[in-house]
């Protein structure tokens, strides 16, 4: 090959212009977050009572959140993976600085006063414990030999047990499940596979009678039955399948819905926010909220596949397959199929510190999306 053609190839569409692109935004990824956005905002507005004040801090935090993800993915991908222990270092010391100076609300201990603001650093941890898993089996042979395996759950267990201290039940599982994900991506064997489900069939009693709460044990209860206390533990359910069962097709209106404005429906801005948009827009409106998700999640999925790196495709994934649980496990909840664990409905619950995190995963996804493409030269 001559050296005019050589010029020629690096200069080719796809090679030296997208290494000089100034902004690394991954378009399809950044309006189908706007147009979420925009939609939560305005389910809220509702589900709120109609509060601007929830809604103008929402948006706020939305604002505050498309900042960091466009800063987070000017970040080359080697960044991410070479700081990754650091960002995990500083999620533990946040969790253990949560257990002696944390602020509590409703039974729990789980936010530290910035004075300006509360910072949740279990809401951290949906990042940085993939980010340092993919980290780590990144630089390793995969799959992964049982040494690796083991300090990977060891890295994965340090948090949770944390979390779980809170208590944070619900949190704790979702940080297991973004780590377990990357072992599984990296080509967790299937002997490996099966021995983790069977030994996690086999924590359960465990789980029951040594780790869980008397309110966590009535919330699986409550799944079984919520007839059995109408007016107690089965009030959130039976309101919430009440809504959804009431929108129809089309839904009542927005503002419109009765289960949310007159307050029968509880947590209707938070965790039952789905409700209230099933009850005002109906199995259409639900259909299409999920329908933005799946786009959402299969152009993850795109940018794992794509990435450049092990590590990349790893985090990527990861981080695609999370997102899915924290939707399904939502709408699960608010359904009456899994209890009640308090697990937000992304982009659409109000919440300040689980807005930014999510906004800090995309802007890791849009890096490793925009990442330069290895130039194949034929010699």
């Known amino acids: 090959m001559y050296t005019n053609d050589f010029v020629r190839r690096m ?76 960002f995990y270092g500083i999620g533990l010391l946040s969790l253990v600085l949560v257990l002696f100076f944390g602020v509590g609300a409703k039974g729990a201990q789980r936010w530290l006063d910035l004075g300006f603001t509360r910072l949740q650093p279990s809401e951290l941890m949906k990042v940085a414990v993939p980010l340092m898993i993919s980290a780590y089996l990144g630089k390793r042979p995969i799959p992964p030999s049982f040494n690796h395996i083991a300090v990977t759950l060891l890295l994965i267990a340090l948090p949770v047990f944390l979390i779980v201290e809170q208590p944070d039940l619900g949190t704790s599982i979702l940080i297991f499940a973004a780590g377990f994900f990357v072992l599984f991506l990296a080509g967790l064997r299937k002997r490996y596979l099966i021995g983790t489900f069977l030994l996690a069939l086999a924590a359960i009693p465990s789980l ?30 039976i309101q919430s399948t009440t809504a959804i069962g009431s ?3 089309n839904g009542k209106g927005w503002t419109m819905g009765t289960q949310s404005q007159l307050n029968f429906l509880p947590e209707s801005h938070t965790d039952f926010i789905i409700a209230v948009l099933a009850e005002e827009f109906g ?97």
């Open 247 to 249: 929108g129809g097709l």
């Open 208 to 237: 029951w009678f040594f780790v869980m709460r008397d309110y966590q044990k009535q919330r699986v209860l409550t799944l079984l039955s919520p007839e059995d206390d109408k007016l107690g533990a089965g009030w959130n359910i």
């Open 283 to 379: 199995l259409i409106g639900v259909l299409t909220l999920c329908t933005a998700y799946l786009l959402l999640i299969g152009r993850c999925m795109v940018i794992a596949l794509n990435s450049q790196s092990q590590f990349g495709r790893l985090i990527a994934g990861s981080l695609s397959l999370t997102f899915f649980i924290y939707v399904f496990v939502n709408m699960s909840m608010v359904s009456g199929i899994l209890p009640v664990v308090g697990v937000p409905l992304p982009l659409i619950s109000y919440g300040g510190t689980a807005i930014v995190t999510l906004f800090l995963g995309f802007g890791i996804l849009m890096a490793i999306s925009t990442e330069p493409k290895r130039i194949r030269i034929d010699l």
């Open 11 to 86: 200069q080719s569409p796809g090679g030296e212009r997208r290494r000089g692109r100034s902004m690394h935004i991954d378009i399809p990824l950044l309006l189908t977050l706007i147009v979420l956005c925009l939609g939560g905002l305005m389910v809220l507005y509702s589900a709120s009572g109609q509060s601007a004040f929830y809604v103008k801090r929402q948006a706020f935090f939305m604002l505050a959140g498309f900042v960091a993800m466009i800063l987070v993915a000017q970040f080359p991908v080697r960044f991410w993976e070479r700081y990754a222990i650091l």
